[in-house]
């Protein structure tokens, strides 16, 4: 069985943060939602528990960041197309999340970041492999 990963990340609003997910393509998987926490599928190994605030702190004897005032982490996901990052960007700022960072064209690997509803900043990439090998990239050393 691959590994798979799941990024547990606290939500004031769940309604709200399923919302705002769907908006951006995602889907859920009802098995592991109930009215604490859901499941956001963003591939075949990778899950973002959304969790609400009171649910999340049954986890850890830590408080809740602040993402007013702090990052706790920074959440990558990559996508097909330099299109994919620019539309996954657009949508989500449509749905009410917040600028993060500006665009950046590395050649090899284009990027941007949006803050979700709960201040949980991701950034959506693409990044051209082959490209990106030492022996095709002068900005690698």
Known sequence: ??????????????????????????????????????????????????????????FTKKGIADTTKTTEVLLCVSVETREAVDDMIAKALAAGGTSAAEKAD????YYGAFCDLDGHHWE?????????MPENNSTNT
């Open 106 to 109: 590395h050649g090899f690997m």
């Open 1 to 58: 069985m691959a590994t798979k990963i799941f990024v547990n990340l606290p939500v004031k609003d769940l309604p709200k943060s399923i919302e705002f997910f769907t908006a951006l393509g995602y889907t859920f998987n009802p098995q592991f939602t109930d009215e604490t926490a859901t499941c956001m599928i963003i591939s075949e190994d990778i899950f973002a528990m959304l969790v609400t605030e009171p649910k999340f702190l049954t």
């Open 124 to 132: 959506i990439m693409w990044m051209n492999l082959d490209a990106a």
